[in-house]
């Protein structure tokens, strides 16, 4: 691993060397079940026999060709079925390697629209405190989760943060049954706080991925939202980069709420991870509007729209069509949601929560005031390496709680996850947050300790 740069320079990492399933296998051919598809990407499972064939015959046909003067039949494909998904004839789709490539191409696309009006004022983008939409530094400058942006701050446009719809914790210090939905009218105080002559967008994950894994709006936020978007000229991007796709039993986690954005961001699921793929899907009204005004799009990756990742997106599509595995995320969504929520009999466990599978487990270090433990403690790390040791993956989490501290997991297993394995996911999960309990020093527990 010398030459190898990884991710953290602390972590032991697990060399895998094949996958079939639900299951990784390391070097010894240990199986680890994938309780988290990675960080919710692989939705058909792996080594899915049709996908690869046609990664065969795609290649074989043509791999590659560049966007400045050539297309292929599977991008002009894949272009229609999305734009039928989001249900607007008219809707037109750019493609990218992933999701940050992909939200920050919106973010330019939300520029660029407002400029072709004459409005070149509106250029900033609200998201939410609670929030991951990329690592790139557009990505970056939208995203609310402090441990991915502290160092970089400096390089970071200052866009504005309005408060998330995170019940659990909610910003309003209102319980479910007293909600007055403060946080959807922290929204339109925002875009009128900055001005809405200086507002491009509102960007939001339907369904919360890295940052809060799993928490989502409650009844009519959606709702509140796009009016607000609606009434002072704002597009509203939905970054369902982990939530698109399937993973929460419905295509778009938007349809929960009935609400048709303006732009929909696609990655993880919709390639299954066989290859690197994203897609920006554009309404009509945006994508009429910019040809109308001879807009020339100043924007593109070398990759975007390569010819396999897009025969990749096909079969996919074809395969959760066919094995009708949305509903199926939605069936063993509910059954692993049941399932997890028994972890509440472990004192740290604070809360269960999340659609379809695209699920989060929470961690504090009192119930009753929702404390969390002091960060350096690594809980959720902790956890995580547990549960490799019980041959389990899941995708740990820090800041949810105040930016710093919280720690959570993400469990998102594939969609072919049957009831079995559901139980062996959480079996395995409970026996790790047990050993990480009786390991912590006892006064993690104790509220005189919070660093
Ligand atoms: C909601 C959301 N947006 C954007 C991204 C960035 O995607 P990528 O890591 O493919 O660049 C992620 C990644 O986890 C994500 O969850």
């Known amino acids: 691993m010398k030459n190898f740069f990884p991710r953290s320079f ?25 309780g988290s598809s990675g960080a919710a990407v692989v939705s058909l499972g792996h080594g899915h026999p049709r996908v690869i064939e046609r990664i065969r015959a795609q290649a074989s046909a043509v791999a590659f060709t560049h966007s400045f003067a050539f297309v292929t039949r599977p991008v002009l494909e894949l272009s229609e079925r999305l734009a039928a998904r989001y249900g607007d004839p008219r809707a037109r789709v750019l493609f990218a390697s992933g999701g940050s490539e992909a939200t920050e191409t919106a973010l330019k696309l939300a520029r660029i629209w407002h400029l072709a009006r004459g409005l070149p004022g509106k250029h900033r983008v609200v998201s939410r405190a609670t929030s991951y939409h990329g690592a790139t530094l557009g990505a970056l400058a939208m995203t609310g989760l402090l441990p991915r942006r502290r160092d970089f701050e400096p390089l970071l446009q200052p866009f504005p943060r309005a408060a998330t719809p995170y019940c659990y914790r909610c910003p309003f210090g209102r319980e479910p049954n007293d909600c007055a939905l403060e946080c959807a009218a922290d929204v339109e105080r925002t875009i009128l706080e900055q001005g809405s002559q200086n507002v491009a967008a509102v960007i ?24 607000s978007c609606r009434e002072h000229d704002v597009l509203l991007i939905a970054d369902e980069v982990m939530s698109g796709a399937g993973r929460t039993g419905r295509f778009f986690a938007m349809e929960h709420w009935g609400v048709q954005p303006d732009m929909v961001v696609l990655s993880k699921s919709l390639s299954s991870g066989y290859a690197p793929l994203a897609a920006v899907i554009v309404s009509g009204r945006i994508a009429d509007g910019l040809q109308q005004a001879g807009v020339r799009f100043a924007h593109g990756f070398t990759y975007g729209g390569n010819p396999l990742s897009a025969a990749v997106g096909l079969e996919v599509l074809d395969v959760l ?5 949305i509903d199926r995320a939605e069936a063993m969504g509910k059954r692993l949601l049941l399932a997890l929520d028994t972890l509440r009999e472990i004192p740290m466990v604070g809360d269960v929560r999340g659609l379809g ?19 350096v403690l690594g809980v959720a790390e902790r956890v995580r390496v547990a549960a490799l040791a019980e041959g ?29 394995q559901v139980n062996e996911l959480v079996d395995r999960l409970r026996r790790a947050i047990r050993r990480v309990e009786r390991e912590l020093p006892s006064d993690a527990f104790s509220p005189s300790r919070d660093s």
């Open 321 to 325: 069509e066919e094995e009708k595995l």
């Open 204 to 227: 939001v994950e339907p369904v919360i991925g890295a940052s809060a894994p799993g928490v989502h709006a409650p009844h009519d936020y959606m709702q509140r939202l796009a009016a």
């Open 357 to 375: 599978l695209l699920l989060g487990v929470e961690f504090v270090a009192d119930r009753e005031s929702r404390r969390p433990f002091p960060p």
């Open 392 to 420: 389990l993956s899941v995708y740990p989490g820090t800041g949810a709680a105040n930016g710093v501290a919280g720690d959570h997991l993400l469990i998102a297993p594939p969609f072919v996850i049957d009831e079995s």
């Open 10 to 34: 602390g972590t032991d990492y697990t060399i895998i060397r094949r996958a079939e399933g639900v299951y990784l296998y390391d070097e010894q051919d240990r199986p680890i079940l994938d």
